[in-house]
């Protein structure tokens, strides 16, 4: 029983090219969210999507993020034109169904370091 | 602005004895609580959680208690292992509406000593 996957698991990008991340939920999860980690702080929810759904992208930054789940394959983070400040870890959770089974509950893959250079 | 507050970095303890983390909030619209561990190079993984109308759930070692009139709630393992060091996050939710959306704290590193 496969949990979140995700790839790679890091990724180093120079300064203004495109960074895609991938997130494989657990299987029958249709619920999938991303959250980032900078140095020294917590992780900051960023999207939440269901297939082909985004249902709440308010902790995403406006410009160059973007996120997709498709009805087949991963879920996607994709970060264009990268800068430093876009270094750190980001993490994909997943859940059975809306809110999870245990409220709030939501399984974690093991997240994507990226590197600016 | 952090509305969840882990105000201790580190904590080191004794194998045996009994570790207690900390973790403050500020939005009293927080009704639900979690605690993850997380080892290096891993995600976070659920531990404990802890709903608004209680003020404390026990589960094997692990017990959290939640003071709502001091918005502060707190991780107790006794006794404390070594395979206890990790990364503890405290997370709050608001139950209604986005009750998807974890706010998690900075985060406490656990270190027990053999």
């Known amino acids: 029983n496969a949990g979140v996957m995700q790839n790679p698991r890091h990724l180093v990008r120079r300064r203004g090219q495109e960074a895609r991340l991938r997130c494989s939920p657990m299987?029958?999860?249709?619920?999938v969210y991303w959250y980032r980690q900078l140095p020294e702080e917590g992780l900051k929810f960023m999207v939440y999507?269901?297939?082909?759904?985004?249902?709440?992208e308010s902790g995403m930054p406006k410009e160059r993020f973007s996120a997709e789940f498709p009805k087949e394959g991963p879920s996607i983070l994709r970060i264009q034109q990268v800068v430093r400040g876009d270094s750190a870890a980001y993490f994909c959770?997943?859940?059975?169904?809306?809110?999870?089974?245990?409220?709030?509950?939501?399984?974690f893959g093991p997240g994507t370091r990226l590197t600016v250079l | 602005d952090q509305q969840v507050k882990q105000n201790s970095p580190s904590l080191s303890v004794q194998e045996g004895r009994i570790s207690i983390l900390n973790c403050d909030y500020t939005?009293?619209?927080?009704?639900?609580f979690l605690w993850y561990k997380k080892y290096p190079a891993e995600g976070p993984t659920f531990l404990i959680s802890?709903?608004?109308?209680?003020d404390k759930n026990e589960d094997g070692r692990f017990t959290v208690f939640l003071n709502k009139s001091a918005k502060h709630l707190s991780l107790h393992i006794v006794p404390s292992q070594p395979g206890d060091s990790a990364v503890y996050f405290c997370?709050?939710?608001?139950?209604?509406?986005?009750?998807?959306?974890?706010?998690f704290g900075k985060g406490t590193l656990l270190t027990v000593n053999p």
């Open positions: 959770a997943s859940s059975p169904i809306y809110g999870t089974t245990l409220l709030g509950e939501q399984f």
């Open positions: 299987k029958g999860h249709s619920h």
């Open positions: 999507l269901q297939k082909e759904n985004i249902i709440d």
């Open positions: 939005n009293s619209m927080f009704d639900y």
């Open positions: 802890i709903s608004s109308i209680k």
């Open positions: 997370a709050a939710i608001r139950s209604g509406g986005s009750n998807y959306k974890l706010t």
